[in-house]
């Protein structure tokens, strides 16, 4: 048995196993910093073990996981937005509360998205996504002195579990058309014989749409996302909106864009059809928020129709554009998030846009950083998000899909509009009782070297951006790599 | 597979449908007659002494949960004890992997205090 090329994943899932042991520990001390030292050596090694394994493809588990550049690349995704959120955590109530927990409960959830990222079967590939969603549910509920918490944890949980039972549902018919659950002998039983009339095979297709479309929140399975979204630990919202995003669209690039490739024709229509629904829906919902959080779930709803533009052209191009846009999308959401982290630390409001009024000239660099991931998520040149979504509308229109093409941009126009808004009442609101913003704090170092770091991110992967295509290109190619 | 393979299971979904439609069109036929016995809550024949609504430890909640877990574990430790003599050493780490995962929860109950009865 090799168990080598697992080792990324067994190492993340080893860890959440020692923080939690750490908060049941003997001593003080090991109980309070115990769990985050364990999740902060334990990422950082994952992270290492990844670099490591980078390469051509090799087979664990008798072939349920699979090491290659995809899945390595992702996993380095996964492991910075899980960074990311344990050090927006440092003196988060419930991250104080139940250390362990909440540490554990991330890591378990970054192992459930790995599995996705580099599932070799249908059942890697369901296990890992229950494993990260139900890690999840938990998370969105750990702050059980609040009763929005609460509901976003149930919420979440319900409409998760309708998602989840789609998606095995249309496993279960995939695996009864291919005749395999091995994703690679799936792409070559299907790619002999002519299948694209099957109906158990339409069927199959329409279930792990619907199910992946659940956890990716793309229209019409979002209802779920701003409520969750809004009730969610701030820090678990961001790493719910980067993290479990990347984990659905690469279940959706495993299947689609990998075992299910040649069926390009049949599944085409249906996926453009919900990233058109999902920029459309997403960007006009966000126009009238008030609300920061709920705004970015409705702009998360609006990326995840811009990603799955790029899962609709169906080709390598897509592939990498869609892995391009998903490390960017991650860096300038984390950017977004942690400016409402930062706020709502300070005033009891704070996750309201209006409580952000004049913040920009009282606290510059979190100013900066908030334009940065404004400018970028609403696509300006020369960020991160602006050659994005270039290369994803790029990769449709050369498939013909100019319908496509057309709703992204002009959804992308559209958003512009709530985007900037933010910024105007940053840089040039004034706070409803007139005068400075109240009660500015310090705002801890880890909160704001990670805002600072992403946004630096942001800017860099733009600039940097063909360096980064390369190795997207690599990653991508390693979907249909024999 | 012809799609006239999957007609069976529109009959049973027809069926079933019929029955319970039936059963809904037949409560609006004809009188009711209510009597003190029919609006009795049904507890498998026997008669209701105590109110139902009764309040009882959430302790009794959290030693169930850890019964299904374990018992849970059983089922899985049964079948790989029937095979492990050709399933080797693969099935024996695989499965010690699964019981160390599920006695860290325990370790964990454990000094949380959830075994204490109060």
Avoid at chain 1, 161 to 188: D, M, P, R, T
Avoid at chain 1, 362 to 382: C, D, E, K, N
Avoid at chain 1, 422 to 432: D, E, N, S
Avoid at chain 1, 446 to 459: D, E, G, Q, S, Y
Wanted: glycine share 10%; hydrophobic share 60%.
């Amino acid at each position: 048995m090799n168990v080598v090329p697992a080792l990324p994943l067994m190492i993340v899932a080893g860890g959440a196993c020692v923080a939690l042991l750490a908060s049941a520990g003997p001593g003080g001390r090991v109980r309070r910093d115990g769990p985050f030292w364990a999740g902060a050596a334990t990422l950082i090694a994952a992270a290492v073990m990844s670099l490591v394994l980078w390469g051509d493809r090799q087979e664990a588990l008798g072939g349920g996981y699979r090491a290659d550049r995809f899945s390595m690349l992702l996993n380095l995704v996964f492991l910075a937005a899980a960074f990311c959120a344990l050090l927006f955590s440092v003196r988060e109530p419930a991250g104080v509360d139940r250390r362990g927990e909440y540490i554990s409960l991330l890591l378990t959830s970054t192992a459930g998205m790995m599995l996705v990222a580099g599932a070799g079967d249908l059942i890697a590939l369901f296990l890992g996504i229950e494993i990260l969603s139900v890690a999840l549910y938990v998370l969105c509920a750990l702050e059980v002195w609040r009763e929005r918490s609460l509901e976003a944890g149930l919420k979440y949980l319900i409409v998760g579990a309708v998602g989840s039972s789609f998606f095995l549902y249309g496993l279960a018919f995939l695996f009864g058309a291919s005749g395999s659950v091995k994703l690679s002998v799936i792409g070559e039983n299907l790619s002999v014989a002519s299948f694209t009339d099957e109906p158990l095979l339409l069927v199959a297709m329409a279930l792990i749409v619907t199910g992946l479309a659940f956890k990716a929140s793309a229209v019409p399975f979002h209802m779920w996302t701003p409520d969750v979204y809004e009730g969610a630990p701030t820090p678990i919202t961001a790493f719910m909106a980067t993290a479990t995003k990347v984990a659905a669209l690469a279940a959706f690039l495993r299947i689609f864009g990998g075992a299910l490739t040649d069926l390009v024709d049949t599944w085409q229509v249906a996926i453009g059809v919900v990233a058109a629904a999902s920029v459309i829906v997403g960007n006009v919902g966000a126009l009238v928020q008030r609300n920061f959080k709920r705004l970015l779930a409705y702009s998360s709803i609006a990326q995840a129709g811009y990603l799955l533009i790029g899962v609709a052209a169906g080709t390598l191009q897509g592939a990498e554009s869609v892995l391009y846009y998903l490390i960017a999308y991650t860096a300038m959401t984390l950017a977004a998030f942690a400016v409402i982290i930062i706020r709502e630390r300070e005033v009891e409001d704070g996750e309201m846009v209006d409580a952000l009024a004049g913040y920009g000239r009282a606290r510059p660099v979190v100013g900066v950083v908030a334009t940065v991931a404004m400018l970028s998520l609403a696509g300006f040149p020369p960020l991160s998000g602006f050659i994005g979504k270039f290369l994803l509308f790029g990769s449709a229109a050369e498939q013909g899909l100019w319908w496509l093409a057309v709703i992204g941009a002009v959804g992308s126009v559209v958003s512009v509009a709530y985007y900037l808004r933010v910024l105007r009442v940053m840089w040039f609101g004034t706070p409803a009782h007139g005068g400075e913003p109240r009660k500015l704090l310090t705002i801890p170092a880890p909160v704001l070297i990670t805002a600072v770091t992403a946004a630096v991110a942001v800017v860099g992967f733009g600039l940097g951006a063909s360096l980064l295509m390369d190795v997207c290109r690599d990653a991508a190619a390693a979907l249909l790599a024999a | 597979m012809e799609l006239s393979d999957y007609l069976p299971i529109v009959v049973f979904l027809a069926a079933g449908l019929v029955v319970g439609l039936g059963i809904l069109a037949l409560s609006k036929v004809g009188r009711t007659k209510q009597n003190q016995v029919k609006g009795l809550p049904y507890e498998s024949g026997i008669l209701a002494t105590t109110p139902v609504r009764q309040r009882f430890s959430i302790d009794f909640y959290l030693t169930a949960m850890l019964f299904i877990v374990f018992d849970i574990e059983l089922a899985f430790i049964y079948p790989v004890a029937m095979v492990l003599r050709d399933a080797g050493a693969t099935a024996l780490i695989s499965l010690l992997s699964f019981m160390f995962t599920v006695v860290v929860a325990l370790v964990w109950v454990w000094r949380k205090g959830a075994l204490e009865w109060r």
